[in-house]
């Protein structure tokens, strides 16, 4: 099924108001999923000291969230086109809800990481679904004004999360401490499932592909080989246990491959399309999409714990100290694509690399002069050229990657991309062991913990900027001119907005 394929509901009419409830619901789950992703880093270091959490269990607080939400995208899309996108819609948005209740009420560490991986399974069935029932749902003539609103939902979701998880971490509603950023979800996500019932119509593919279950396991095997060791190997003193797993880790992706050439021979419907990785711009795409995710999984949440536990500012301090990032990625991210793309092409992306790594630079010239002495406006500088290098990225980058892409795998490449994004941001998260809290002393007096993270956050950006330079040297492999892709770009804004599979 091609992304302009009719599902085998009706649509509805175009007076019919209902379309425009469920519109309202599927990017309110959008929008909730996308806070959470940003909501809770700003809360880490809350977390990290009211419930006594180790530095290998916050990681996993984050890490968990994105590796099962990327080890679920493609099947979830899938599960959607196969039993309905409607009834899978609502069994991940209860279940979200339900695990959003588990991580406002837990009682110690795992159960809260326990309850973020149960929450990232349960996002990877939602959100895919979010896209396909908005198309399912409007006519031809109406989805340029609707994807265009959903494009804004997605720079609102990115914008929001830090400053509302800042300040009800601050408010300590109730006494909860940083508890409310979960349970914040309840109300919203009770009234998405009561509503989701009454006014989102059910569709299906014609035609879905099969699922791959094996396929899902052995990804998911793979990075939890790679990522356990190295989260846990700084505490644990590097066992060679760990060494022995992240080689094995190879060897199970090499299972992958072996096993996802068989399924496509066999019956058409492996979890990886291996035939894209054939496209030089695709697989250089695939590429770029991991390190960034890798350079985004570093700087976050050493960039929180510097500002928190480093610098000793308070959570509310630290998420409006952020906004000028924010702005400046939603500002640039708007006139790469309308402006700057269409003229100049891949230079645009190139530039974003190099400008987002000037910013580290500035930023990491400026925690070495300043120390701890360092204000929020002297951090306004390079957080704005950061946040302007990104945006300059992130924007164009998915139709770079789709746009010599066979139309007939859109779809499969559009899941792919978010998949590796989500998988490399996970093991930023694990490498933060490596380049942060690998050069932070285990035992440190009280007065030496601030300056010990602040040397350590200059450590991880020196990183950042290494992986910036990677990212600007493999951009070279991109098409100088990315194709528009049908539909006005529809594709490339599932892809950005992190949905999976849309076609079959």
Same mark, same amino acid.
């Given at each position: ?140 003539? +109406?989805? !340029? ?8 939902? &997605? %720079?609102?979701? =990115? #914008?929001? @999360?830090? *400053? ?70 700084? +505490?644990? !003193? ?8 992240? &080689? %094995?880790?190879? =060897? #199970?992706? @090499?299972? *992958? ?91 645009? *992306? ?155």
């Amino acid at each position: 099924m091609t992304f302009t394929d009719t599902p085998h509901a009706p649509q509805p009419a175009a007076g019919d108001r209902r379309r425009w409830f469920a519109l309202a619901i599927v990017m309110t789950a959008a929008f909730m999923d996308l806070v959470d992703v940003t909501i809770v880093n700003i809360a880490i270091p809350s977390i990290q000291r009211d419930e006594g959490a180790t530095f290998s269990q916050i990681q996993w607080i984050t890490a968990g969230y994105a590796l099962a939400f990327a080890a679920g995208l493609v099947t979830g899309g899938r599960l959607g086109d196969i039993h309905g996108r409607k009834r899978i819609f609502l069994v991940g948005i209860g279940g979200f809800t339900v695990a959003s209740a588990l991580c406002g009420l837990a009682v110690n560490p795992e159960m809260l990481v326990a309850s973020r991986i149960l929450q990232g399974a349960m996002a990877a069935l939602m959100v895919p679904q979010v896209l396909s029932i908005v198309h399912a749902t409007f006519p031809a003539h +109406e989805r !340029g004004k609707v994807f265009g609103l959903f494009g804004a939902v &997605v %720079g609102l979701g =990115a #914008v929001s @999360g830090p *400053l509302l998880g800042a300040l009800l971490t601050e408010w300590n509603l109730f006494g909860l401490e940083w508890r409310p950023i979960f349970l914040i979800n309840l109300p919203v996500g009770i009234a998405g499932l009561v509503l989701g019932r009454r006014f989102i119509t059910e569709s299906k593919a014609p035609r879905a592909l099969k699922l791959d279950l094996v396929g899902v396991a052995l990804v998911t095997l793979g990075l939890l080989m790679l990522l356990y060791p190295l989260t846990r190997g700084r +505490e644990l !003193g590097w066992p060679a246990w760990g060494y022995v797993s992240m &080689v %094995g880790a190879l =060897a #199970v992706f @090499g299972a *992958l491959v072996a096993y996802e050439r068989a399924k496509g021979a066999r019956d058409g419907s492996p979890l990886i399309e291996l035939s894209l990785f054939r496209v030089k711009s695709f697989a250089a795409g695939i590429a770029v999409q991991t390190v960034f995710g890798i350079g985004l999984g570093v700087f976050f949440l050493v960039w929180t714990l510097y500002m928190q536990i480093g610098l000793g500012w308070s959570v509310l301090r630290a998420g409006l100290t952020g906004l000028p990032f924010s702005v400046a990625v939603s500002a640039a991210a708007g006139m790469s694509v309308q402006l700057l793309v269409p003229r100049f092409g891949r230079k645009v *992306l190139q530039a974003g690399a190099l400008v987002m790594a000037a910013g580290v630079l500035i930023y990491l010239w400026e925690a070495e002069r300043y120390g701890q002495a360092i204000t929020s406006w002297q951090m306004a500088l390079p957080l704005v050229v950061m946040g302007a290098g990104m945006g300059l990225i992130v924007a164009p980058l998915t139709d770079a990657v789709l746009s010599e892409v066979p139309r007939e795998h859109a779809g499969s490449a559009s899941g792919l991309i978010n998949t590796v994004q989500q998988m490399g941001n996970a093991l930023g998260l694990g490498l933060v062991s490596v380049v942060f809290f690998g050069v932070i002393d285990e035992e440190l007096a009280p007065a030496e913990v601030g300056p010990a993270f602040v040397d350590g956050f200059q450590h991880a950006l020196g990183w950042v900027a290494a992986v910036l330079g990677v990212i600007f040297l493999l951009m070279f492999a991109l098409p100088k001119r990315p194709a528009q892709h049908v539909e006005g770009g529809q594709e490339t804004l599932a892809a950005v907005t992190k949905e999976p599979e849309l076609v079959s």
